[in-house]
């Protein structure tokens, strides 16, 4: 007899092998934007508006549109995101970001604000507008390549909302495939880890393995940033057989249906996106 899983929002974390055995498809690193998008489409779907915050949104390979999570959200139909903050760092990246907003059709009822910058100071600057009110669906991806988003960042994300407001969600990639590595080389500045581990003890995480690192992070979004729902989802690296996890997505939700949508998201990946007339049968309280 099959026993129903206690938790079946959470993630099952299962190697590649077994999760081909179970018919599932593992994330590979290619297919974080769609695995974003796919998210953001349901998480539209259930809120009917929202907020976009993309704190480093510049195109990891710009020859690769399709692999681009900023353009992906923008681009999912429905539009029913209406405000979105894209920022970034480098001049390079900003040009690309500036041409995608230059190609969104005319659309009045949307805004789209492009900051260049640290995204830890952007952050500050978007949260003082007004725009992300107490009730707005808001929702942040924070693509860092390592270490680059500060814990002080995320504690402002997480306490912008009045207490008992639904806080705003995140995904946070955490690289534990090159961690190990990219720390101990921080032997100068050394307050760049410190500031992203946001505490002294940073140097303890280079002797976990991937699996602790991701709970180390967890236990802390939960604890410390006070989110209801935290789980970290293993993306993997296509290349290497056994299939080696580059990074975990944590995601950080106060809203119950956040991590049912998040598990349908990433083990519906490879499979075409439900459309919103299947989505009104299992939702019918949405229908307009
Ligand atoms: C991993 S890439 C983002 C990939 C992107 N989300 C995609 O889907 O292709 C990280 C981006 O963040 C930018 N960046 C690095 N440090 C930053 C900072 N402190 N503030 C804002 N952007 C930053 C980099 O220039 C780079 O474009």
Redesign the pocket.
Known sequence: MEHPLLFPELPELLSPARIRQTGDEPVWTEN??QL?ARYLYYFAFITRHGAYI????????PDHPS????KLVMENEPRRLREFFL????AR?VGYLRELIGQQPRDPGRTIELHE????R?IHEILASGGITDKKATFC?V???TC??RWDTLKALARHKAPGSRKIELFY?LATGWLKRALPAFTRNTHVPEAWWGREDWRSLVDLGPYSLMEAFRVRFEKELGYRYVAGWPIYQRQRQRGKIMFFMIHASDHPEAPKQMNRAYRNIMKPRESEEQMLLEFPELAE
């Open positions: 974080k934007a974003v993309d704190g480093f949104a510049g195109p990891k390979r692999s681009w999570a900023a920022c970034e760092i480098k990246k910058g640290d995204f830890n952007s991806l693509d860092q390549f680059q988003c990639f």
